[in-house]
């Protein structure tokens, strides 16, 4: 290969030559033919056959050259010839080969070849050009009947899901920069400085610690799902309130106090309980401390009437008919309130019998609002939120929630029928009874119309006397109760349809609870 630069032809062909084709051979700067044909060559075929600027016939056929056709053939701008059938060559034909305007002749058969044959130059002429042998090829000029290419709209498609997957990753980045900012951000705010503790007047951790005796066991009134209840006081005039003091261990306690601030800070109504102040500070030990001051609720909460604990002095304090036909009507106020009233929906989330307050007067608020839901009035649907994998209180929480569904005002509906039905029976729906398919919703359904006095609470009903023995027995000494009755019960199965769009609305249910009030008699 070291020759005179001069030479003009190499003809080495049908020996018995092996080893590679030297890079050296781009020393040929003059040769017009070269021809190693019918060898035991082996290897890549060398880029520097590039620099051979003047040559026109290359014939590499019947030997062992493996590799890609190199692109750089194209360099060869006066190629007329170029054999290279007969190989062990793979990958595709360089598209750059179709630019040699002077080649006049391609032969690549019986070789590895596969994709889109081009279709422009040498590539046009298909008496000139053999590809045959080469059984992953396609595409080209339709005289070569070769399968048609789907490669194209693969790289189209492979190009558009690069695209997609560019751009969602940089939304992705973007998004994680942005969490990472407001993260920070809000981390270096004090938890005092929220904008919605912001809007309640607040009192200071000292003043709650003086007014419950240090948060005495002997001041605990309730517990819930993120802390508990004490009574206490506050100045001025050393107010009786009750003091919810959240578990800040507890998963989701910070979100349950902003929430809850959220959907009581600008809501009034009789019939929900009222937030004094609240409390964003440290403790003594210097941990984190937040808690929510309401009115007190001197009857305590419904549950304790329905169910009271075995240790409570007075056992004998119940509620009449009369009176649990009022609670719900109050409970009921308060939701169509949530519902309809506010400049955003509220839907409550927790509705049960130990989140209806009684005040002296036995009047019913609503409380505990620390699962609540906001939805705007503008733009979204005051049937659902996008917000899912709410969290209630098993037996109450509807079944479309466990199912993913989105919160919804169907499902405070669904919470207050159980409610009805609990305040009707004295029975809880987590009853032992109610397994294996049994449920509240059927034992009522199941006997409301041969068996209704089995299944109410018997300190509803009055008492009469026995006609003949003059023993006193439970019974419907009035028309009207019987009639209230199956018309209470009537509503807390209506709603409970399985689709919550089929439910009863608290629209529907106030005009029915004021229909059995007009005929109901007082003193029952």
Known sequence: WSLNSSLELVNLSHNSLSGS???????????NVLDVSEN???????????????????????NSFHGI?????ASLKGLRHLDLSRNHLSGSIPDVLQNISFLEYLNVSFNMLDGEVPTEGVFRNASELVVTGNNKLCGGVLELHLPLCPVKSEKHAKNRNLAIISVIAFLLILSFILTFYWMRKRSKKSSSDSPTID???????QNLHHGTDGFSIRNLIGSGSFGSVYKGTIEPEDTVVAIKVLNLQKKGAHKSFIVECNALKNIRHRNLVKILTCCSSTNFKGQEFKALVFEYMTNGSLESWLHPAADIADQHRSLNLEERLIIITDVALAFHYLHYECEQTI????????NVLLDDCMVAHVSDFGLARLLSSVGVSHTQSSTVGIKGTIGYTPPEHGMGFAVSIEGDMYSFR?????MLTGRRPTEEMFQDGHNLHNYVEISISNHLLQIVDPTILPYELEQGTGNKKLGLTHPSVERCLFSLFRIALA???ESPKERMSMIEIIRELNLIKSFFPSGI
């Not at 084709?21 to 040769?31: A, F, S, T, Y």
């Not at 056709?69 to 053939?73: A, E, G, K, V």
């Not at 839907?347 to 130990?354: M, V």
């Open 199 to 205: 809007q309640l007047a607040k009192v200071s951790y």
């Open 69 to 73: 056709i190199p692109s750089s053939l």
């Open 418 to 422: 159980i409610l009805i039905l609990e």
């Open 495 to 497: 709603c409970s349809m």
């Open 347 to 354: 839907i409550h989330c927790d509705l049960k019998p130990g």
């Open 40 to 62: 035991q060559l082996y290897g890549n075929i060398p880029g520097t056959i590039r620099d051979c600027s003047s040559l026109e016939y290359l014939y590499l056929q019947g």
């Open 21 to 31: 084709l030297p890079d050296e051979v781009g020393q040929l700067k003059n040769i």
